[in-house]
């Protein structure tokens, strides 16, 4: 009789645990899993938050929206992202204030396709809160001319031009391997200044997160996750003029089952968000 008893309560967990689905998993980055808690804790300590992401997925949006209510309750935040450009500082700012309303927004500054969706809960939840939002990256055409001619190109612009990017001339380290893996994917059609065009991304984010850094606060900066993967990119940038700010990066992979992560990823970040392949994406 005991074993029948046995038997059945082990059925009954198996059976429970197939059916237990999670579609995502955190992990730190000695490949341990972690919890979403010791994650809001380690972010109360920091300065700064390079939150990686997959553009269109929307685990990952749901959880950058969660994490910055969460932290604003305990700090002081400072917003920022990549996908808005530092010339429509101004747009953003006056809709922050209640001046322009989202049309007005949208005809003004130049918005991802997936603003609506995936980055205006963001803007609302600082203009609800009476917070800064830091449009930190280069306008992107400066970024294309470099990729066709070089960080040279950027000496011809005009005086309110350079107040968009990084302060010249641009630190550049060509064997940081997060460049050098780009050369290799692009093969053939790439050239040297492919890497740079990157760069001057990384480097001018980096610019407007130091610029805008506040005493006591917490600065949450929402990038594409290669900008700050293996504590390169933006994270190189503001560890090369600030070496003791404190910086939590969080990676984002997409795997098959979230339960272990791949030796691949588990040294991406401090924290990587492992998600689920079939998760929605939002485009």
């Given at each position: ?253 997409e795997q098959k089952g979230v339960e272990k992560i ?17 998760v929605t994406k939002t485009y």
């Open positions: 009789m005991k074993r029948i008893i046995f038997l059945i309560i082990l059925v009954i967990t198996i059976t429970s645990k197939g059916q237990d689905k999670s579609p995502y998993q955190l992990f730190d980055k000695n490949g341990k899993k972690t919890t979403y808690a010791k994650l809001l804790k380690s972010a109360e300590k920091s300065e700064v938050i390079l939150f990686g992401e997959y553009h269109n997925n929307s685990i990952v949006h749901w959880l950058q929206l969660e994490l910055t209510k969460d932290l604003s309750n305990k700090k002081q935040l400072v917003l920022g992202a990549e996908m808005l450009e530092a010339d429509n500082q101004k747009q953003l700012d006056l809709y922050l204030k209640g001046e322009i309303n989202q049309k007005q927004l949208d005809s003004t500054a130049r918005l991802w396709p997936n603003y609506k969706t995936d980055y205006k809960p963001l803007v609302d939840f600082a203009k609800e809160n009476k917070l800064a939002f830091i449009a930190t990256n280069i306008p992107r055409r400066y970024a294309s001319l470099v990729s066709k001619k070089g960080f040279e190109a950027l000496d011809n612009l005009t005086d309110e031009e350079k107040t968009w990017i990084a302060p010249l001339p641009i630190l550049y380290d060509a064997t940081l391997p997060g460049y050098v893996e780009m050369m290799k994917m692009m093969g053939d059609h790439t050239s040297p200044n492919m890497p740079k065009a990157q760069a001057i991304k990384d480097a001018t984010m980096a610019y407007f997160i130091q610029k805008n850094l506040q005493p006591n606060s917490v600065f949450i900066h929402y990038n594409g996750t290669y900008h700050s993967d293996n504590f390169e990119g933006i994270y190189w940038y503001l560890k090369k003029t600030m070496p003791a700010l404190n910086i939590i990066t969080i990676s984002v992979v791949l030796d691949e990823n588990n040294t991406k970040g401090d924290y990587i968000l492992v998600i689920d392949e079939d």
